[in-house]
């Protein structure tokens, strides 16, 4: 037992290094769910219909926005390093990518979710209980999603310039931008959902015409700061000269990108995949899903941010060639993100029965809500070990590895389970459900296994040092 202590509880020393990088992470991103769990509850009290149509659509700008945070990622590892070397030209060369990159995808997205919303909306509705009007379902979905198609715009601007300052060492000002974003998306949403002061209730509408507001403050934020403070980002001194871009760069970022991009975008597709299996089993189902998925996201930043604590500190400490107390620190942090996840798991269970009691809908989403959170608290343990090991791989430059562990398994795993279940049986969704997350299980087995191979423990800064 004092052995396994050593190996796996840290110091005072340890924790409060831990918790430095750890705490400002879970502020910003608590900040921001909370402000979407109020955002949530307040289209929640309109109805099921308008919340679950909310809710569909933010499947899809989901996937857009993990899209386009895929290829700014991809060229950003490149302008990291240009950064890192003075070479500005080279994160001039990075950004301008990364605005090609997310303006085509921009393009490609809005036209799809424009023109093929009917039928991206329609595979969510089925009928399966008497909660919820399926037609009036998809006329507010629709007139969430093309309002807030315009607000994809400046979210991909930002995301691009945001990600370049972040790799030049400027990473509070994208932090206030969101922030200031949240809040006033906040305020709007009550002022424009329920009316006040003259102006009136628009629903689901005034929801869309919120966040867009939201986005637009956001992203001119960063961007006229970035422009204001040139000599602090020399990479934006004529940048909108010229496109030009040298094609080995564009190879280079396009090939050791790829899997990045590629991970994110399967990922976020799987996650549409799996709801709109589990959407089959009727509205009640996309209702209690989406509540269930609200109040998750919120305890979900303790484990999210100790696995991005997880990829800086022990990232750190291999390209420090410290492989060894790598070791050792990644397996105490390990354990500490599991140990966390308990606690935080019992809260959310305790917390499960009531919290859909805030939603103006049917006691059959109630009820269906208060189940999907009292698994989701159950496996939280397991959700904070396979963050924490997928961060793992991801620091040792193990992307291969994690788009096999991350998306090829939900796709050849996950997905095949949730469609034979959702369709060839006639199993309650909530053991569907459980079922869907528990298999998991498995992945946990191999993620322990890849860690304690030490597969990821290579320092990759010395293997690239003559890469651009």
């Known amino acids: 037992?004092?052995?396994?202590?050593?190996?796996?509880?840290?110091?005072?020393?340890?924790?409060?290094?831990?918790?430095?990088?750890?705490?400002?992470?879970?502020?910003?991103?608590?900040?921001?769910?909370?402000?979407?769990?109020?955002?949530?509850?307040?289209?929640?009290?309109?109805?099921?219909?308008?919340?679950?149509?909310?809710?569909?659509?933010?499947?899809?700008?989901?996937?857009?926005?993990?899209?386009?945070?895929?290829?700014?990622?991809?060229?950003?590892?490149?302008?990291?390093?240009?950064?890192?070397?003075?070479?500005?030209?080279?994160?001039?060369?990075?950004?301008?990518?990364?605005?090609?990159?997310?303006?085509?995808?921009?393009?490609?997205?809005?036209?799809?979710?424009?023109?093929?919303?009917?039928?991206?909306?329609?595979?969510?509705?089925?009928?399966?209980?008497?909660?919820?009007?399926?037609?009036?379902?998809?006329?507010?979905?629709?007139?969430?999603?093309?309002?807030?198609?315009?607000?994809?715009?400046?979210?991909?601007?930002?995301?691009?310039?945001?990600?370049?300052?972040?790799?030049?060492?400027?990473?509070?000002?994208?932090?206030?931008?969101?922030?200031?974003?949240?809040?006033?998306?906040?305020?709007?949403?009550?002022?424009?959902?329920?009316?006040?002061?003259?102006?009136?209730?628009?629903?689901?509408?005034?929801?869309?015409?919120?966040?867009?507001?939201?986005?637009?403050?956001?992203?001119?934020?960063?961007?006229?700061w970035t422009h204001a403070h040139k000599q602090r980002n020399p990479f934006v001194v004529g940048a909108y000269q010229s496109l030009y871009i040298p094609a080995k760069l564009t190879k280079e970022i396009i090939l050791k990108g790829l899997p990045l991009l590629t991970n994110e975008t399967l990922w976020s597709l799987g996650m549409a995949i799996l709801t709109q299996c589990y959407s089959t089993r009727g509205l009640a189902v996309v209702a209690g899903l989406n509540i269930s998925t609200t109040v998750s996201n919120l305890f979900n930043v303790v484990y999210i941010a100790l696995g991005s604590a997880i990829s800086i500190v022990v990232g750190q400490l291999l390209g420090a060639g410290k492989l060894e107390e790598a070791v050792d620190t990644d397996r105490k942090m390990i354990a500490f993100s599991v140990l966390c996840c308990f606690g935080i798991g019992a809260v959310m269970f305790v917390i499960a029965p009531y919290f859909p009691r805030i939603y103006n809908t049917s006691d059959e989403v109630r009820q269906i809500a208060a189940r999907l959170i009292m698994i989701s608290s159950a496996l939280m343990p397991l959700y904070g070990f396979l963050h924490a090991a997928y961060f793992t791989l991801r620091s040792g430059g193990k992307t291969f590895v994690t788009f096999l562990f991350d998306s090829v398994y939900m796709w050849l795993i996950d997905i095949p389970l949730a469609f034979c279940l959702t369709r060839f049986t006639g199993m309650p969704i909530i053991w569907i459900y459980l079922c869907c997350q528990g298999v998991d299980l498995f992945k946990g087995v191999i993620g322990i296994v890849l860690v304690q191979k030490k597969v990821w423990v290579q320092n990759i800064t010395f293997q690239n040092a003559d890469n651009p």
């Open 1 to 224: 037992m004092k052995r396994l202590r050593e190996r796996l509880i840290g110091d005072r020393k340890f924790y409060k290094m831990v918790l430095f990088v750890a705490v400002p992470i879970m502020i910003q991103n608590g900040i921001t769910n909370f402000v979407s769990l109020l955002d949530n509850i307040m289209v929640g009290r309109i109805g099921t219909e308008q919340m679950s149509g909310v809710a569909i659509v933010n499947q899809m700008i989901l996937v857009f926005n993990l899209c386009i945070f895929g290829c700014v990622s991809a060229a950003g590892i490149f302008g990291a390093q240009f950064y890192g070397k003075g070479d500005h030209e080279g994160v001039r060369h990075a950004f301008r990518f990364k605005l090609i990159g997310s303006g085509i995808l921009l393009l490609v997205w809005i036209l799809l979710l424009y023109f093929f919303r009917d039928p991206f909306i329609h595979m969510f509705l089925h009928e399966g209980s008497g909660a919820g009007d399926l037609e009036a379902t998809y006329r507010y979905g629709c007139d969430y999603l093309i309002l807030i198609l315009i607000g994809l715009i400046p979210s991909a601007v930002t995301q691009v310039y945001a990600g370049t300052l972040r790799e030049s060492g400027e990473t509070l000002l994208p932090m206030k931008a969101g922030i200031a974003a949240v809040f006033t998306n906040l305020i709007l949403d009550y002022v424009l959902i329920f009316g006040m002061g003259g102006i009136p209730a628009m629903g689901v509408k005034g929801a869309a015409i919120a966040t867009d507001i939201a986005r637009f403050a956001e992203c001119g934020i960063v961007v006229i």
